[in-house]
Nanobody, 123 residues
Framework: QVQLVESGGGLVQTGGSLTLSCADS????????MGWFRQAPGKEREFVAT????????YYADSVKGRFTTSRDITKNTVFLQMNSLKPEDTAVYYC????????????????WGQGTQVTVSS
């Protein structure tokens, strides 16, 4: 069973930065596009970013484009989400996801999900 372990969430002030990490057990990491999603209280889970198997293809939601960057370290089976210029509206539980055949922005394209990590941006 694939396990995705996320870390790096926390409390930060507006304009600050955080880097989320998602470590995979490795069973499918090398053959899987990875995604980041977030869910704020009372809202549906929304797409944040996705990255292809080699790391060469990345796509972002318009709301984070230019501020967030996703990357992956294949040798460490880890994907990262660097978040800069954070805003209060970025506050949510962030999830990483694995198992997609290609980079995609819809949750149902992914098979495995992490437990989520809380990101809170204070104003």
């Amino acid at each position: 069973q694939v396990q995705l372990v996320e870390s790096g969430g926390g409390l930060v002030q507006t304009g600050g930065s955080l880097t989320l990490s998602c470590a995979d057990s490795g069973r499918i990491f090398s053959n899987s596009a990875m995604g980041w999603f977030r869910q704020a209280p009372g809202k549906e889970r929304e797409f944040v970013a996705t990255i292809g198997t080699s790391g060469g293809s990345t796509y972002y939601a318009d709301s984070v484009k230019g501020r967030f960057t996703t990357s992956r370290d294949i040798t460490k089976n880890t994907v990262f989400l660097q978040m800069n210029s954070l805003k209060p509206e970025d506050t949510a539980v962030y999830y990483c996801a694995a198992g997609a055949m290609s980079p995609m922005g819809v949750p149902h394209g992914y098979v495995d999900w992490g437990q989520g990590t809380q990101v809170t941006v204070s104003s």
